[in-house]
């Protein structure tokens, strides 16, 4: 289930087809929402959006993955590209991932604790307004 953009939510103009997810921004921050699967072939369509994401200055930066069903390596490291990137640039990034597989998968590559993730986009939004932390 992914969380719906909030009223104070918009659209940004990205290089993310439609079928992949969808860019907007929301209390600050550029969320990029994925779904269904990625794989080598959806990470380059999926890319352009995440470089457009971390392009600026104190980027902060929020993955969706709510909606994706399946994650593969080339997946894992388009966002460890788009973590690293982020916090090159002095900003923040956050995950959000409930599914029980990809968490497994984070686990195994020894990834889950560097991302961190959350459960709902609610968790990250409650947590960037008390200025937590970047997820290191």
């Keep these: 289930m ?4 909030a009223p ?22 550029t969320v990029v929402a ?4 990625i794989d080598i072939a ?3 369509l999926i890319a352009p959006a995440l470089d457009d994401a971390t392009a600026d200055g104190s980027p902060r930066l929020v993955v969706d993955l709510s ?8 997946g894992l490291s388009l966002l460890c590209r788009a973590r690293r990137r982020a916090l090159d640039r002095e900003g923040r990034f956050w995950l959000v991932c409930a599914c029980p597989r ?5 686990r195994a ?3 889950h604790d560097v991302f961190g993730p959350v459960a709902t986009p609610d968790e ?4 960037a307004g008390a200025g937590a932390p970047a997820v290191p």
């Excluded at 994925?34 to 699967?37: A, G, I, N, T, V």
């Excluded at 909606?67 to 080339?74: K, R, Y």
């Design 34 to 37: 994925l779904r269904d699967e």
């Design 124 to 127: 990250v939004f409650r947590t």
């Design 2 to 5: 992914t969380e719906t953009p």
């Design 67 to 74: 909606e994706v069903s399946f994650l593969d390596c080339s």
């Design 109 to 111: 590559g020894r990834l």
């Design 102 to 106: 990809i968490l497994r998968l984070l």
């Design 42 to 44: 959806t990470a380059a």
């Design 8 to 29: 104070t939510a918009t659209p940004v103009p990205a290089l993310l087809p439609e079928p992949c997810g969808r860019v907007y921004r929301r209390d600050g921050c």
